[in-house]
């Protein structure tokens, strides 16, 4: 999730194939850890930033614990190393996710292509061989939703009495910011790949309803491996039908259900069995391959409901320092349907 970028929408509503099977490096570890015909299920996580008092180590043992082999992270030049080596003796896979040298609103397109590239190129290289698959950007197209009284790229007026677009079609993305999107997302593409030509490459969009973004990366000329969908509503069927029409399997790298902390406890660990249960009778059909929960630990130093969508309660010990609670209701309920069979 892309920090109040999310907040905003959510407010107003009020594959294993794909790992690397490379003889010399260490992508033979990252086989995903999962059953047979079923997805792989991961969860969000902020290892680096959020949560310094909560040891790496008790992080990915929670990640275990609650029947999932993979964590969706950011990526970070030097803490990283030590993160994947604790992931890799527990079992777990990481999923770094790389964003532009932003940001976009402050560069032309033109540096946000370079300095992306370089960017991607260096964190590729220094990890190389060691990470099967890569998030490039997150989120990255609400930058250029169309507002009210903006021009189209086809010469007409979005209307100035309506709220920002849906992002459902190509039109409802303002072309000059929709230029910096772009040059971000190619800048990354070519400099992961020159970076690291073996491994694989996903890229995205924050659900919602955002398809017209994936017709505008076409256009473009951007070629990803992996499809990124985001998921707090409950993805219609329509939508993945589209998203399969591109040809890449789907990994849906965040959700949750209900808005995660607008609902009682007890109905968010209701709709979370029901939003795992939706996925598996997708997988096959549209080659959802993948789904990972927002997220890990609670972050109650947010003061609304992003604060309450974690699995695990967080709390102050004595000494005013954070530390893991018990698991939720919403933790309960995911360790018991990813228990069960697909």
């Not at 999730?1 to 570890?29: E, I, P």
């Amino acid at each position: 999730m892309q920090g109040q970028d999310r907040r905003s929408f959510l407010a107003g509503l009020g594959a294993a194939s794909l790992l690397a099977a490379c003889a010399g490096d260490s992508r033979r570890a990252l086989t995903p850890l999962k059953r047979e015909g079923d997805l792989i299920w991961g969860v969000n996580g902020h290892p680096f930033q959020a949560y310094p008092d909560i040891p790496l180590e008790t992080q990915i043992r929670l990640v275990r614990e609650l029947g999932m082999t993979h964590y969706r992270i950011g990526s970070h030049d030097e803490k990283m190393a030590r993160l994947k080596t604790i992931a890799d003796q527990h079992g777990v896979t990481l999923l770094p996710i790389i964003h532009p040298d932003g940001p976009l609103k402050e560069k032309t397109p033109e540096q946000l292509y370079r300095d992306s590239y370089n960017r991607a190129r260096w964190r590729t290289r220094r990890y190389r061989g060691q990470f099967a698959i890569w998030e490039l950007g997150n989120e990255l197209e609400n930058h250029a939703i169309i507002k009210p009284c903006e021009m189209r790229d086809d010469g007409t007026q979005y209307p100035c009495e309506w709220g920002p677009a849906g992002g459902m079609y190509k039109l409802d993305y303002y072309g000059p910011r929709w230029k910096k999107v772009s040059a971000s997302l190619a800048g990354l593409l070519d400099g992961a790949r020159e970076g690291d030509p073996d491994a694989k490459y996903a890229i995205g969009t924050a659900g919602w309803g955002h398809l017209g973004a994936f017709e505008r990366f076409v256009e473009d000329g951007l070629e990803w491996d992996i499809t990124i969908w985001h998921d707090y509503e409950q993805v219609r069927e329509s939508f993945l039908e589209t998203l399969a029409g591109y040809g890449k399997p789907i990994w849906i790298t965040e959700f949750n259900a209900g808005g995660g902390g607008f609902e009682t406890e007890e109905d968010n660990a209701r709709m979370l069995t029901e939003r795992i249960a939706y996925y598996r009778s997708m997988r096959e059909k549209y080659r959802v391959d993948a789904a990972f929960i927002y997220e890990l630990l609670d972050e109650p130093y947010w003061d609304d409901f992003e604060g309450k969508m974690g699995l695990y309660r967080v709390h102050k010990n004595d000494e005013d320092r954070w530390e893991v609670g018990e698991p939720k209701p919403a933790g309960r309920a995911v360790m018991r349907a990813l228990g069960e069979s697909a």
